[in-house]
Structure formats: C-alpha cells, structure tokens
C-alpha cells in the first residue's frame, strides 16, 4: 500500500514559517488530489486544504492568505508551506490523498485512500 510520509515539522515562534513536504514511498500521486489535515491538541480532525490534480486549491478559512498547498510532480512530494503561523495552528499535521470524489464536504479522514503518520507543529506565543 502506497505510504505518505510528513517531514518539516517543529517547535516555532508566532509569525515563524515552516514548509511541511509529504512524499510517496512507492508510486506517485498521479490523479490524486492531496489534502493536508491537522489535529490539534484534544481536538478533532480538521482539513487544512487541497490541491487536485489540475491545480485547483482549496483552503479553509483559519489559514487562508497564509497557508500554500503546492506538488512537485518531478519528485512525487507535495508542501504546505505555512506563513505568520499563529499559536492555534499548533497541531499534528498529516497529508493524504484521494483519487475519488468525497461524499460529503469537507471531508474527513475516512474519507480519504492514503493516509500518512504525521508531523508536529507546535507555534508558541
């Protein structure tokens, strides 16, 4: 089963940046549209944002204006690069991918065919 792999995460100040990259293990993303996710601390999961094939992006209002969902198709890796990161984006933050329409929206992790373990963002004030 293909596996998606998380890096780039850490502990930062607010207003920091950080780039999360997720990369494929064994095959490529090809068709998949990839989301980002995030757990914070106690709380449910929670989708950041998604980026279709075609380029189409979609974020959720709490990090727009400051959150980019990119891929580099060359290298099968797909970023979310996170601008004036602020205390309450603290969280574990997972990629996945889809290569079907979600029922429902926004979706959630049952949601999705990949998944992967996750990285830590902790933003301190």
């Known amino acids: 089963q293909e596996q998606l792999v998380e890096s780039g995460g850490g502990a930062v100040q607010a207003g920091d940046s950080l780039r999360l990259s997720c990369a494929a293990s064994?095959?490529?993303?090809?068709?998949?549209?990839m989301y980002w996710f995030r757990q914070p601390p106690g709380k449910e999961y929670e989708i950041v944002g998604r980026?279709?094939?075609?380029?189409?992006?979609w974020y959720t209002d709490s990090v727009k204006g400051r959150f980019t969902i990119s891929r580099d198709k060359t290298k099968n890796v797909v970023y979310l690069q996170m601008t004036n990161l602020k205390p309450e984006d603290t969280a574990l933050y997972y990629c996945?991918?889809?290569?079907?329409?979600?029922?429902?929206?926004?979706?959630?992790?049952?949601?999705?065919?990949?998944w992967g373990k996750g990285t830590q963002v902790t933003v301190s004030s």
């Open positions: 996945a991918a889809d290569y079907g329409v979600p029922s429902s929206w926004p979706p959630g992790p049952n949601d999705m065919d990949y």
């Open positions: 064994e095959r490529s993303f090809s068709g998949a549209t």
């Open positions: 980026l279709t094939w075609s380029a189409e992006t």
